[in-house]
């Protein structure tokens, strides 16, 4: 997508204006992140959430994005999300972070995540929820936006349908993000569930082979 070629230090920057949202927005995806284990970031951007995380390697088509990632010391593949260049069975967990939404194909994408999450290992999604007050902020300002015009906003429901579907199990879901970001001037709460929070994490573990 050009745009992230072109705007790659543009998106990045918003994380620094937007400091508390990012914050907690790394607060809630942290909620579900394995400790001590091998992950793997599909969609990793700039490296913004790789990078608190502890995630160590990314994939991430748009060069100029992964080049930032990679001054954040992350290992990036430049590859998609519907095609990804591991063996199978070959990480503990996958994180997704506003990925969904710009991907070609969501269930390829989650397959190809699936193929290469070990048996007991988990996908970790963190999204803006299209049915919350700022999915449907985003959506009728999109095309006034320089990034979110290219997106597709996915409701909660929508990816819980795909993530069943491929046989995950023990779901767990945290919410954050209550205001507009712009006015938030401190961390907002991480809190259970969704519905009412615009930034959504999913954590699905998948079947255990027997």
């Not at 997508?1 to 790394?26: Q, T």
């Not at 394995?34 to 793997?40: D, H």
């Not at 290219?150 to 409701?155: E, G, K, L």
């Not at 209550?178 to 998948?206: C, H, M, Y």
Request: proline residues 4%; hydrophobic residues 40%; contains cysteine.
């Amino acid at each position: 997508m050009p745009i992230f070629e072109d705007g790659a230090e543009e998106y990045d920057k918003w994380f620094d204006e937007n400091p508390f949202a990012y914050k907690s927005e790394v607060l809630a995806l942290g909620k579900f992140i394995p400790k001590n284990s091998k992950g793997l970031e599909v969609g990793v951007g700039t490296g913004r959430f790789a990078a608190p995380m502890g995630i160590q390697m990314g994939v991430e088509p748009a060069r100029a994005m992964a080049d930032i990632a990679r001054k954040r010391g992350i290992e990036v593949y430049e590859a998609k999300a519907e095609e990804l260049p591991f063996d199978n069975e070959s990480f503990d967990f996958i994180l997704m972070t506003t990925t969904i939404c710009f991907l070609q194909n969501p269930m390829l994408a989650l397959q190809e995540s699936t193929r290469v999450i070990k048996s007991g290992g988990y996908i970790i999604i963190g999204m803006i929820d299209s049915d919350s007050f700022l999915g449907k902020a985003y959506e009728s300002k999109k095309k006034n936006s320089k990034f979110y015009r290219y997106a597709h906003f996915y409701s909660v429901n929508q990816v819980l349908k795909w993530i069943r579907k491929l046989g995950y199990c023990h779901i767990k879901i945290c919410q954050t993000i209550f205001k507009n970001p712009g006015k938030i001037t401190a961390t907002e709460p991480v809190k259970d569930g969704s519905g009412r929070g615009g930034f959504v994490v999913i954590s699905a573990q998948k079947d255990i082979k027997t």
